[in-house]
Structures are given as C-alpha cells and as structure tokens.
C-alpha cells in the first residue's frame, strides 16, 4: 500500500518515454504513489505528454513567461519534483531552484555554477584540465584563427553551446573554417576510438555516489540507440575527478568521451541533466531515478553503484495513439 504521494513535472518532455517509465518503476519499488505530469511546446505531439498523467503547453524556456508558467502550475498542481530533461531549461531552473524550494517544489538541477560551466564547451575544458581530468586539445575558434600552427587535422568544429550533434562540422583544411558562423564555435582535435556515456549520480553535497558507462554502439540525432554498460576503473576515477571539479554537482549528470588509441580516455562534453541513455543505466540497476525521488520527499538515499555489466539496450520506434 502506498505510504506517500508525489506529482512531478517533465519538462520538454518530448520523446522520453523511457524516462517516465524509469521514475514510474522507482515510485512503484519505493511504494510511492506517483503521478506524472508533462509539458512541451507542442504537447499533443509528444509521445512521452500523451503517457503522462496530466499534460500542458509551456512557452520556451526564453521565453518571458517560461518560469512565472511553471511556477503556477506547480503551485496550482502541488508539484513536488521537476525534472528538467534539456539543456537550454537548466539555466533559468537553476537560478529559480530557492523560488520554487520555498514553495515546496524539488528542482532536480545543479548550481548555476555547474549550469555555466557545462554551458560552455571551452570552459567545459579548461575546468575539467585545471582539474586533471583528461580532455582533447580545445580553442575558440578566433583564437585557433590567430595560431593555427601546431594543430593536426581533421579537426572537430562545433558549436560552443551546442548540443545533440548538432552544427558540427568535421573541418579538413583551414579554408574550410574561413566563413562566418551563426553562433561562437570552438575548434577541437580529432579523437579516434569507441565512444562511451557515462551517468552519474552526485549527492546534495556534490559527492559522487556511482558512475555507470556504457558504450555508443549506435547514436541517432545525437542520443544512443544501441548501448553496452561497462565497467572500467579508469573511468569511475575520471567520472569522481570530474564531479569533484564541478562546484555544486547534484543529481544525475553525463559526460562523453572518446577512448583514443594513443591518447587514452579523453572528455569531450558534460550534460547536467538525464541523458537520452539513462534507461539502460536504470534497467542494469543504477536506481538514479529512485535518488532523485528520495530528495524530493525527503528519504534516504539509497545504494547506486551495485549495476550490470554488459547489458545491451536496443531501441525501437514505437508508436502512441491517442
């Protein structure tokens, strides 16, 4: 029988079914009654607001009105626990986490300070060296332009902001990079080898509770579609270095990196959110979803780092009809 009650809030819930699903199992396991709300620009074009308990359109997270929406509806609805799931929404969350505390409403978000470092590729990098935790070489684009001389090619060229692959571009000679950008770009070495995501799950004191990889097998539109959880002690030393150089690192985060063949494990990117890949990490027995839950009612956490290696995630397209 269910001993407590909690209505939380996906934002730009999109195509995360998997997480929803993740959470539901974690309340059922803690004997929580859980009813999951949704929002999204367009919400009856989300599968994961079509599975939700309750849905709603919300303006972008630019937008003036984003946060006074959010704000009204968690106070209307008794929203206990939002849970963000883009990059571009952990800013402003961030910076409104006390507001929405003294009403009762657990922000699943790190500090503005994480949010700002992880914003930014390149100071993503110098953070992350500062802190001996192994990155690829790294420059703004205009100050690669005033010293390119050193620098193997191909290089890596994208967005200083960016995110799901998006505007990268794969430069094979300096002409290629003589053009104006839309947005600030950095200029980045190629890394070669197997790629690998890494969930982890940081306590409110910013200690890191357990780190769960897995191999990219397969990525679309920058999310993994096919993914193998490993265990490598090189990487659970990088994921506590990593965590540790990040003031104000809570909950659940992930990084990429590539596994170069001459230069080992190399970060390349941090999300402070749940990855599109989280579910395999919380089917090989992570439990990061149970956590988040427990800080919003207030309980223990419970043990994360006892999970499966080698457990395989395949995804498929399905569909919901409504």
């Not at 959470?23 to 009856?44: K, Q, V, W, Y």
């Not at 205009?142 to 010293?147: L, Q, V, Y």
């Not at 197997?194 to 509770?209: A, H, P």
Request: with cysteine; net charge negative.
């Amino acid at each position: 029988m269910s001993t407590r009650e909690l209505k939380m809030l996906v934002t730009s819930a999109g195509r995360r079914v998997g997480l929803l699903e993740s959470f539901r199992t974690s309340a059922e396991r803690m004997g929580i009654a859980l009813e999951i709300h949704a929002c999204d620009l367009n919400p009856e074009l989300s599968a994961a607001c079509a599975l939700a308990d309750a849905r709603f359109a919300a303006p972008r997270c630019t937008h003036a009105d984003y946060l006074p929406t959010l704000r009204s509806y968690a106070r209307k609805m008794g929203i206990g626990l939002i849970v963000p799931t883009i990059d571009t929404e952990l800013q402003p969350l961030a910076a409104a986490r006390p507001d929405f505390a003294a009403m009762g409403t657990y922000v699943h978000v790190s500090s503005a300070e994480v949010i700002d470092i992880v914003r930014d590729k390149k100071r993503t990098m110098d953070v992350l060296a500062e802190a001996g935790v192994p990155v690829p070489r790294t420059a703004r684009l205009e100050d690669f332009r005033a010293d390119p001389d050193g620098w193997e090619w191909p290089l890596f060229v994208k967005p200083v902001a960016g995110s799901a692959s998006r505007g990268i571009v794969l430069a094979h000679h300096i002409d290629e990079l003589d053009r104006e950008f839309d947005e600030p770009m950095l200029v980045q070495q190629m890394l070669r080898g197997s790629e690998y995501t890494i969930n982890l799950f940081c306590d409110e004191q910013g200690v890191m509770r357990a780190a769960i990889p897995h191999l990219r097998i397969s990525v679309r539109a920058g999310e993994v579609e096919k993914g193998r959880t490993v265990r490598r002690g090189d990487f659970d030393t990088i994921a506590r270095n990593l965590a540790a150089a990040l003031p104000g690192a809570r909950g659940v985060l992930c990084f990429q990196l590539f596994d170069d063949p001459q230069l080992g494990p190399r970060v390349i990117e941090i999300n402070a959110r749940f990855g599109g890949g989280y579910p395999l990490a919380d089917r090989a027995g992570g439990h990061f979803a149970e956590n988040v839950l427990r800080n919003a009612v207030g309980m223990p956490l419970v043990e994360c780092d006892d999970w499966k290696e080698g457990l395989t995630m395949l995804r498929y397209d399905n569909a919901v009809f409504f």
